[in-house]
């Protein structure tokens, strides 16, 4: 009896080893996930945000450029970021387009109002690039953009949630996220350039 139970589990896992092999032998590239798969996860240019002034943008306008979408803040220590912000939006605006998105969730840091951020940034850091109305980027409130960025589920690619201001997520041409920059990454760094330049 006992040598019939033995031989019972032996042909089991002689079996259960064949399985495995055999799908072992299947090319890794089945697993991949194609650019096609990824689109049909969904992209950035799902979204429609509301700028600065209260009025609805979509995301899709931005097709074939690449987008740096950051968190932004005007009494942080990171703040100084908004000129190389704006220097690697004029420098290269025929590749990327810089998008900010002012946030008061770290630190109180963002206390202003839309109209009141929209002044700051042009006065002290002569802010071109498009700005968008106070979001949240954390929490239970997190705006849906932010959802998708921060989820690597619908985004494909990252988990990585804004850790404090300036936090930078870059997206390609097709609207997926392709990297993601804490807040100490300088927006002019060669990191940073040299991953939107490619």
């Not at 950051?70 to 908004?82: D, F, I, L, M, R």
């Not at 000129?83 to 990327?96: A, N, P, T, W």
């Not at 804004?162 to 097709?174: A, G, H, M, S």
Request: proline fraction near 6%.
């Amino acid at each position: 009896m006992k040598s019939l139970v033995i031989y019972s589990l032996a042909a089991a896992l002689a079996a259960c080893g064949a399985r495995s092999a055999s799908t072992t032998d299947q090319p890794t590239t089945a697993m991949a996930e194609t650019p096609a798969t990824a689109a049909a996860r969904g992209t950035v240019y799902d979204f429609t945000v509301t700028d600065i002034n209260g009025k609805p943008v979509q995301l899709s306008q931005y097709k074939g450029k690449k987008l740096l979408i950051v968190n932004t803040a005007s009494e942080c220590g990171y703040t100084p970021q908004y000129k190389e912000l704006e220097e690697l939006y004029k420098k290269h605006s025929d590749r990327v387009t810089v998008l900010g998105f002012p946030a008061n969730n770290f630190g109180g840091q963002e206390p202003g109002s839309n109209e009141q951020i929209a002044a700051f940034c042009e006065k002290n850091y002569g802010v071109t690039f498009p700005l968008f109305g106070k979001v949240s980027v954390k929490g239970d409130d997190t705006a849906p953009l932010y959802q998708f960025l921060s989820d690597k589920s619908k985004n494909g690619y990252t988990d990585e949630k804004p850790t404090w201001n300036f936090c930078k997520y870059l997206i390609n041409e097709q609207g997926q996220v392709v990297g993601f920059y804490p807040s100490k990454v300088k927006p002019m760094s060669e990191e940073l350039v040299s991953a939107i330049l490619k």
